[in-house]
């Protein structure tokens, strides 16, 4: 579960005659991972596409094409099928003709339109003016300029210009037109010169003759008529997706799945008469791969398992070799990275979405997964530990899982559904808290021993929730210091194991040790052993002074081990001190949390304090009787304030957990996550690995024939 699944190399060797049965057996099997010849063995070449591989491609092109212009998506699926290559040639071909037929039409009236709408847009302000298109130009004594302008500033800036006899301005809502006779002097333009000064936007005037309303009348009718035609080929465009989607589902498939085999040997290692394959398979699949090609082709093809790829510390992976090439001497290690198949029990396995986040786990690694899966929903129930907002992630996770079909979202969406459910569990043990009310009385409890730490009379409890988190970062830290020690003792000697790993081992929980222990008891903070006692109740005065000489020694041996065999991270010496110190980031969220849904209730419903405690008010009534009993009203509560202020109160509530809701998933997710990624990973992984990519296909649209 910590380790991938072991990979092994194999490679197929047979005659060209059975080539194409082989890629059809590999295909079926969909376990085989090619990797790409790299021309190592003399006399063999890259082989090349199989007869027929343009033609495919071709058709998939024409395929797509087609899902394109008619929007296809996988919900227009139909039932699955066979489809039969005569059945694909000829249905291909009558819906690539009918589609383009309508679409190119589609197209045409889309251009027309285009160019009537332009057209209308220039004629717009013409009409605005309801003057004739031809009383606008070709006069001999009259200059005539049209344009978008202020007609006031128009008028203006004409009467103080000169080379201008007489002029005339009409305006209409849009469009101004100024009219004038120039003095005989004049040069011709000078209308235009004298606007120069005006901010106008000058207009041509139209070819045509007459009203220019008449004129866009026609041009609007014009185009009614083509937006009909447009719905009318939209509507058969629709029938004909209706008709062809399905077909054009399983043909996308058919022939991505034809293209995939005829271009396989682009990958293989080839000569006149003979091929070699080579991939990666997962190992317990290799009987089973190999019977099915010796099934396929009997003995014109042979499969050999290589290697089987071994597990290093160092990013790199050895190789124990099986087979003919044990007996050769085998190989140091392989030409390339086996490819990585996670193997996650199948509850764990949303989580991979966050560990492939930051990158696929190497095949040489461990694979954090299950421990994410084992910590990160605790840590984030702990930050929020509300039952309402817990049931609130669950829906949302709940949502996310049951709505997409993508692999991302639906974990995402059981990752949610996890927080949800420890944040319910934890709201539970924090006095059956919903949306910051403590409901345990309401259940019949006269008392409740646990609490968040928020109440002025809780405060001891806050102390023990900051030893706690920073006993739980000490074991979530050893458990990756462990890990990078199990995988360096592995491939490394004892020393060497010491002086990489086990001096972090050393330091850390020598550390905490003596933290936590009786030495110099007085110079520590008093809540390390104050919050045992005060909270859970438990009479904690500090391990054995030996215990923490113990723990300073282990320090020392650490930073020894360190000093000799990894000299360039003694600057790093504190970092066990100060990542554990960074788990308290737990509390903290926790806290703020709880503050802010108080807040909101305070805001909404009021409270008042009972012996150190905050006890909500809800109605005029009880506030009424906290007054009466004598108790300090901290804030009255909108909702005591009649029936105006029960609906702003409820309002207030509701708008405030939501606000809570979400910033929970930011604060508690991001904190959770960055206490994974940061503290937790760094400490034995580094991520990089290969995708594992089988050469086959899983059909959703066509069935086997």
Known sequence: MLRPEQMSRVSVTGSKRVIDDVIDAAYDHNSLHVSDYGNEYEGFTPGSSLEGAEEVNEKLVTVRSLESILDVEDADAGPRGVLEDEELEAELEDVRTRVNELDDRRNEIDDEIRELDEEIDRLSPFADLGIDLDLLRDYDTLEVVVGQADPDAVEAQ???????????????????????????????????????????????????????????????????????????????LEAAKTEAAGFLLRAEEQLTIEAQKKEAPLSFATTENAFVAEGWIPTDSYDDFAATVKEAVGDHAEVEEIERAEFTPDGDHHSESVGEAATDGGHEQPTEEPPVVQDNPKIATPFETLVQAVSRPKYSEFDPTLLVFLTFPAMFGFMIGDIGYGVGYLAIGYYFYSKFDTPGLKNVGAIGMWAGAFTVLFGIMFGFDVFGYHSYSLLGFEHWDASKGV?????????????????????????????????????????????????????????????????????????????????????????????????????????????????????????????????????????????????????????????????????????????????????????????????????????GHVVVLALGITAAGIQGVRLEYVEFFNKFYEGGGRRYVPFGYDRQYTAEE
Do not use: C
């Not at 606007?195 to 000058?202: A, K, P, Q, S, W």
């Not at 504190?574 to 949390?593: F, G, M």
């Not at 009203?633 to 708008?655: E, S």
């Open 158 to 236: 004409l009467a103080d210009a000169g080379g201008i006899d007489a002029f005339d301005v009409f305006a209409g809502d849009d469009a101004v037109a100024a009219f004038a006779k120039p003095a005989d002097v004049a040069d011709p333009g000078v209308l235009q010169d004298a606007l120069v000064g005006v901010d106008i936007t000058f207009l041509s005037v139209p070819e045509g003759e007459g009203s220019p309303e008449s004129y866009l009348a026609e041009l609007e009718t014009e185009k009614a008529k083509l937006e009909e035609e447009l719905e009318a080929v939209d509507q058969e």
């Open 455 to 655: 109440s002025p009379a809780e405060t001891s409890w806050a102390q023990a929730w900051l030893v706690i988190t920073v006993l739980f970062g000490v074991l979530h830290l050893n458990v990756g210091y462990a890990l990078s020690f199990i995988s360096n003792l592995k491939h490394h000697s004892f020393l060497e194991t010491m002086y990489e790993s086990g001096s972090w081992l050393l330091l850390i929980n020598g550390l905490w040790a003596w933290v936590f222990s009786a030495h110099l008891y007085e110079a520590k903070p008093d809540l390390l052993f104050e919050a045992f006692n005060t909270a859970l109740g438990i009479s904690f005065t500090g391990l054995p002074e030996t215990v923490g000489f113990l723990g300073l020694a282990a320090v020392v041996a650490g930073i020894v081990l360190l000093a000799i065999g990894e000299p360039a991270e003694l600057p790093e010496v504190l970092s066990p001190l100060v990542n554990t110190i960074s788990y308290t980031r737990i509390t903290a969220v926790l806290l703020a949390k709880a503050g802010m849904a108080i807040a909101v209730n305070l805001l909404a419903f009021g409270a008042y304090m009972d012996h150190g405690h905050f006890k909500f008010i809800f109605t005029a009534e009880n506030l009424a009787h906290a007054q009466e009993a004598g108790y300090e009203v901290v804030f009255a509560g909108m909702t005591t304030q009649g029936p105006v202020g029960i609906a702003a109160g409820l309002a207030v509530a509701l708008i």
